[in-house]
Structures are given as C-alpha cells and as structure tokens.
C-alpha cells in the first residue's frame, strides 16, 4: 500500500503536500498534532481499490467508513455500561476527527494570531485542550471558518482575519496631573509670599508705631508724591537714634544722591552731537528742540545748529519748527521717512548740533514702535520729554513704553505747571533716568534750567497745599496692605 506521512507547520500545508503527492483523488488516512507542527497520513483511493486481502478490504472499509457508523458498529459490539450515555461517547469519539482537528488547528493559528497583536489571553493549555476542544469555543468566540472536505478540490475560503484591535491610547491623566501638582505649588508658593508680605508689612507699621520720625517722614513722603514703595524702601534703611533734622537732612540726600542728574558735566548744547525728542503728545517736544536750538546757536552761531522734524501728522507741526528756525536765523527740514531722514543727516554731519523733532504717540499707540525704528541710527541719542504735571502712574508708563536701551536720558518740561514734583521725581529715581534739564515756561530759549537734584528734591518736598488727594496718618496701614515694587528691589544708595 502506498501510504505516505506528510509533515507541515499547519494542517492546511500538510494537506496541499499530500493532494500534490495522490492528485484529487488524495485518502486522509488520520492527522495529530506533532512537536513541529501536523503530521498527516494519506493515500490514493487507486491504491484502495487495488488491494486483494480481504483483510486489507475490511480495514480499508473501516477506515472510509464514516465516523459515526464506525461509533455506532463499536457501540454495538460492546454495549454500554450501566449508566453510561452513549450519546456521551459517541461525542468523545467525534471529538477529533478528521474535520473538527482542521477545524481546532485553524482557531489556534487565528487565536496566536490575535495573540500577537492584542497581547497574551488566559487560554487554556493544548493538553486540556484536547481534552475538551469546546472549552475554547465556549471561553472566547473564534472566527467562523469554513467547513470543506479536504478531499475535493474545492476553493478554501481563508478564514476573515480579525481587525487589529487598536490599543487604548495612553490618557493625559499623567499630563493633567503634574498640571494640578504644579498649579497647586503655584498656589502654596503665593500663599507663602503673601504671609511674608503681610508680616513685614505688620513689622513695619509696628516699627513706624515706634519711631514717630519714621513714620511722620513716610507721611510726608507719600503727601509729596512720591509712592508708599520708594518712601518704604528709603525709610527701612534709615539708621536709628537720629533727631527729627538729622533724619530730614539723611532723607534728602539719599534723594539727592539717587536722582542721576548732568550738574556736574556739559550742558546739551554745549555738549553737541544729535538728539532725537521723543514722548507723549502735548509735552512740548517741539518748544524743548526750539530752546534747544536757541542756546546752541547763541553760543556756537546759527550755521552750527541743524533742524529736522519728523512731524508729519500733527496739523501745523512742520510750520511751527520752521517759524521758530526762521527766529533763529535756522532752516528747519523735513523728513517723511527713514531714508529721507538718513540723507538729511548726512548732510546735516559738519553741524555741532542736529535735533529731530518727532511726533507724539501715546506710550501704548501702534505707531510708537514705527517711530522709534525710524530713529533707529547710529549715533542718534533719543531724549525722552516728561511731563512734570502728569501722575506717577502716567509717568511711570510713559517711562516703560519709551525706555531704551543705550542712553537713557531725559528731560522735565512743564515744570511751573506742575503741583507736586514728587511723582516725576520718584518716576526718575525708579527707572534710573538721567535727567538733562528742565523746562519751565514757554519763552524761547528763556525757560530752560539745568537739572539740579538738591534744587528738584527741595521743591518735591517743599509742604505744598494741603489737598483732598493727601493721606491721613491713619492712612498708612492701607498703604502697606500690599506693596511690593521689582522697581524699588534695587539698592539705594543710602550713605
């Protein structure tokens, strides 16, 4: 008899090896499972019918006999035990014919399969497996496969394989958690600036309880205009055991020494070289350039002055400049823009001094930054007008919008307008500005001053009239609720 083993890692390899051996006419004589994969045994049906022996005849009829004929033969030569279900071993006959073993391969080839990509199941081992191939079944559904005798050459249906099951993606609970932790430590390290805050402040109203001079000049500060920070922060380093006129005379010279003025060196227009006027609307940008001009040309002659103005949306502007160049003997120029105002220098290079006078723009204007990047140029010095009448708060912004870096200069106008210099004064000393003069009128060039510190400080702490605007000794608890200004966290110079 021609009967053949065929070796493969799936049943359905070992049965295309045996149809390639026999043809169509291939005999599945049995098939297990082995350690490398599934044995099958198979013959040709021309091989059956050419066997004489009528043993060979009877085994051959047994093996084509069907299954359940064979069960039912068996279950008649040996009946049943007392209490034995024939149903029962019939099914444990059945269990791993043929068919069903095709059948159990294809589920365990599909359930690694699934394996591979969804990660390991509890699965039950091979052993009870075979045992009791419907435990699979009834533990988790395989995909239906297509019954077919292994014998026809009919079509396999390759069996629908599962979708990938998409892995759950990771949720931003860890994300979101480090967010809370580090909202949370935001939240205690305010709490925790707070607290100190609140004590030093209760410290230091204790302290100034205390010391009836600190306090009164801390009052008088804050009336003067100056800010309850700069006052706090100039008072804490006064020394002790000072008389009421020494503690005044220690508070105006540590104002003095911290108000950066020129006193001491070159006055604008004797100096020389090209300045820009640059600041708010209404300052007096223009009558600044204009006595400017005046003074220079009275000392150095007109020819070695220079005029540009950068005015080109103020109504008037332009006329206003050279009315007051045509006064002082100067031709006054016009620039529209950058490059006009580049040539304009050029030409203007052999003068002592050049002013530009520019356009006012409110310190929050979109225009501003134009501005400014127009006189972005090489060797031109901006000097930022400030209005002596304005609020600190004003100043203050005026101040951080326009500050530079380079030369940070400027000059006080409208200083007889003005009721209290304490607020211009504390704006200069906070943002480290170089004061270069003062206006304080209208008249050509009469009303201009050199900056004097010890004449500036005087005036700002001069008793002015008493106002509706001036704090009450009871006051200053409400000052110190919470102050702190990253202005005033610099040292001063206190000696």
């Keep these: ?14 049965l295309a090896k045996a149809r390639m051996a026999f043809g169509d ?3 599945i004589l049995s098939n297990r499972p082995t350690a490398t994969g599934v044995e099958v045994v198979a013959t040709a049906e021309d091989t059956l019918s050419a066997l004489d022996s009528g043993s060979a005849s009877v085994g051959t009829q047994a093996l084509l006999t069907p299954a359940p004929q064979r069960a039912a033969r068996t279950a008649q030569s040996n009946p049943a035990p007392a209490g034995r279900n024939p149903v029962e071993e019939d099914t444990e006959q059945l269990a791993m014919s043929t068919l069903s073993f095709q059948d159990y391969v294809r589920e365990r080839m599909l359930r690694r399969r699934h394996e591979a990509l969804n990660g390991p199941a509890d699965t039950p081992t091979l052993t009870d497996r075979s045992r009791d191939p419907t435990s699979d079944r009834e533990r988790m559904p395989a995909p239906q496969v297509a019954r077919h005798n292994p014998l026809r050459p009919a079509p396999v249906a390759r069996p629908t ?22 909202s949370l430590m935001n939240e205690l390290h305010s709490m925790k600036e707070l607290i100190e805050d609140r004590f030093n402040t209760l410290s230091w109203l204790g302290q100034a309880r205390q010391n009836p001079i600190q306090s009164n000049l801390m009052l008088k500060m804050i009336r003067a205009g100056y800010s309850p920070a700069l006052a706090r922060a100039i008072l804490e380093r006064m020394p002790e055991e000072m008389s009421a006129a020494e503690s005044v005379r220690w508070l105006m010279e540590v104002l003095e020494r911290n108000l950066k003025t020129d006193m001491h060196a070159p006055p604008l227009y004797e100096e020389g070289g090209i300045f820009a006027l640059v600041g708010s609307t209404g300052v007096g940008k223009t009558t600044t350039t204009a006595k400017l001009a005046a003074h220079c040309a009275r000392i150095h002659g007109p020819g070695s002055v220079g005029l540009i103005t950068l005015d080109t949306y103020r109504v008037g502007a332009h006329e206003q400049l050279r009315t007051y160049g045509r006064m002082l003997g100067i031709v006054a120029h016009l620039a529209h823009d950058r490059a006009a105002l580049q040539d304009l220098l050029g030409l203007l290079s052999g003068k002592k001094m050049v002013l530009i006078d520019t356009t006012g723009v409110a310190p929050r204007d979109p225009r501003k930054r134009d501005m400014l990047d127009v006189l972005d140029l090489p060797n031109v010095n901006r000097l930022l007008v400030l209005n002596a009448g304005c609020h600190g708060d004003t100043l203050d912004d005026v101040l951080t919008a326009f500050k530079t870096s380079g030369s ?18 504390d704006a200069l000393i906070r943002h480290q500005m170089v004061l270069r003069g003062i206006t304080n009128g209208q008249r050509v060039p009469e009303d201009w001053e050199t900056a004097d510190a010890h004449k500036l400080i005087s005036t700002s702490m001069r008793a002015p009239t008493k106002s509706a605007f001036d704090p009450k000794a009871t006051d200053l608890d409400f000052f110190f609720s919470h102050s702190t200004d990253p202005m005033t966290e610099r040292e001063f110079v206190d000696a």
Excluded: C
């Design 161 to 182: 394989e599962p979708a990938p099951r998409r892995r759950p993606e990771p949720q931003a609970a860890a994300p979101a958690s480090s967010a809370g932790q580090q």
């Design 25 to 27: 006419g291939t005999l």
């Design 1 to 14: 008899m021609n009967i053949k083993r065929f070796h493969a890692p799936t049943s359905r390899e070992a």
């Design 408 to 425: 940070q200069q400027a000059i006080l106008s409208k200083v007889d307008e003005a009721v209290k210099l304490g607020p211009a004064m």
